[in-house]
Each structure stands twice: as structure tokens, then as C-alpha cells.
């Protein structure tokens, strides 16, 4: 069946410029996750939904980022005045619950210029 | 939170060697453990898991092993190949009852011919 989707694949926007980036799980994954990869580095956890469960945002590094999903299924990551330190690939995962192995979207990858 | 540490950040071996990248955690009640490959430009793929009330998991070429005591497991890959080539991730689930998961920062594994 068809993986994680994310659009756009790439991003270029301008400092103080509000962006929004999507999110389509892989169907019947209960699960959506966002991290984040600098050049080079690691993933960075941001925020996770499970179900109708309040989102766990813990990782979100400030109040200019937000994520919302819609209807169990689509998911929204809104980065706003965006910085040049948010400039990174932005990543999806899903999984079959809690439990489950989580399966990455391809990014987005974001300049800030 | 939890803290994974990740060794070597690079590792060169000759075809048909193997290969073995070490991850320690913090969280003593971790409980999940992927292991990701990540080829250039391409999003994470998961090879194999393993959770903590097993000490070693097998498949084909490559396999995981967890030592609970020590908060440490390693991925094996037997007879390696160039195909092999990518940088690798560890990570593990934190406790409490979510899905989150804490990366390493990576190891860049080059299968020389």
C-alpha cells in the first residue's frame, strides 16, 4: 500500500514568513509523528497524535510551532515568523498504534532565508 | 528524558566484513528499539526492532542484541555489501506509555570494495 506522504518536498521561504507543511499517514495508522533533522544530525521529536488523545507537544521548541490533525488522518505542521535556525528537513512518521514500528514520509525540506 | 548515545560516528570495514554499531541508553525503562538506515537523501527506513524482553533478534544479514543490565544494544550486519552503505540511526521509546522516540546522532557505515 502507499507510505507516508509529505508535501511540499521542498520549501523555500523568507525570515518572518509563516509556512505550513502536510502529512498524509500511511492508511489505518492510528499514530503521526513529527521530527525534525538538521544537516547532519539526528532525528528531533516534536510533538506526536494518537487517536482522539491530546497531542504530545513536548517537543515542540517554541510557541511559534504548532500542528493540529485533522479527522484522525491528514496532519498540518505550521512553523510561524519563521527563523533561519528552523531551516531542516521535517519529517512524518505513522504507526499501528502506540506499539507499533513508525514508517517515515520522504520530508520537507525547509530554507529560511 | 531519555539520552542515546551513538558509536562510531563513521565506519569504514571492506566488503564481505562486518560491521557493528554500539547505542547506550539512560531511561533503565526504555522498552523499544529501532534501528533506521538512511541513504542519501532518502527518508529513514526501518530494518529491525527489538523490544526489551529479548536479548537478541535475527534477520538474514543483520541482527540487533540488547543488554538491559547495561543499557546498551548494538546492530550486527554479517557480510556486508556496498548497498550497504548509508548512515545509520538507533533509537529508543521512552517509558510512559507513548511512542516517542529519542535518536542517535548516526553512524556513517562506507563498505569499501
Known amino acids: 500500500g502507499a507510505g507516508v506522504s509529505q508535501s511540499p518536498s521542498n520549501k523555500v521561504t523568507e525570515k518572518g514568513k509563516d509556512v505550513e507543511l502536510r502529512c498524509d499517514p500511511i492508511?489505518?495508522?492510528?499514530?503521526l509523528y513529527w521530527y525534525r533533522q538538521s544537516l547532519g544530525q539526528g532525528l528531533e521529536f516534536l510533538i506526536y497524535?494518537?487517536?482522539?488523545?491530546?497531542?504530545?507537544k513536548s517537543g515542540l521548541p517554541s510557541d511559534r510551532f504548532s500542528a493540529e490533525r485533522t479527522g484522525g488522518s491528514v496532519s498540518t505542521l505550521t512553523i510561524q515568523r519563521t527563523q533561519q535556525e528552523d531551516s531542516a528537513v521535517y519529517l512524518c512518521?505513522?504507526?499501528?498504534?502506540?506499539?507499533?514500528?513508525?514508517?517515515f514520509g520522504p520530508g520537507t525540506r525547509l530554507t529560511v532565508l | 528524558g531519555e539520552n542515546v548515545e551513538q558509536h562510531p560516528s563513521t565506519l569504514s570495514v571492506q566488503e564481505g566484513d562486518s560491521a557493528v554499531i554500539k547505542c547506550t541508553y539512560s531511561?533503565?525503562?526504555?522498552?523499544?528499539f529501532p534501528w533506521y538506515k538512511q541513504e542519501l537523501g532518502k527518508r529513514p527506513q526501518l530494518i529491525i526492532d527489538?523490544?526489551?524482553?529479548?536479548g537478541e533478534k535475527k534477520d538474514q544479514r543483520i541482527a540487533v542484541t540488547l543488554n538491559k543490565t547495561a543499557k546498551h544494544f548494538s546492530l550486527h550486519i554479517t557480510e556486508t555489501q556496498p548497498e550497504d552503505s548509508a548512515v545509520y540511526f538507533c533509537?529508543?521509546?521512552?517509558?510512559?506509555?507513548?511512542?516517542?522516540?529519542?535518536f542517535g546522532t548516526g553512524t556513517q557505515l562506507k563498505v569499501e570494495l
Open positions: 512518521a505513522s504507526s499501528e498504534g502506540l506499539a507499533g514500528g513508525q514508517f
Open positions: 492508511s489505518g495508522h492510528t499514530a
Open positions: 497524535f494518537q487517536g482522539n488523545s491530546a497531542p504530545d
Open positions: 531511561d533503565s525503562a526504555s522498552n523499544y
Open positions: 527489538i523490544r526489551s524482553n529479548v
Open positions: 533509537a529508543a521509546r521512552e517509558s510512559g506509555g507513548g511512542n516517542k522516540l529519542t
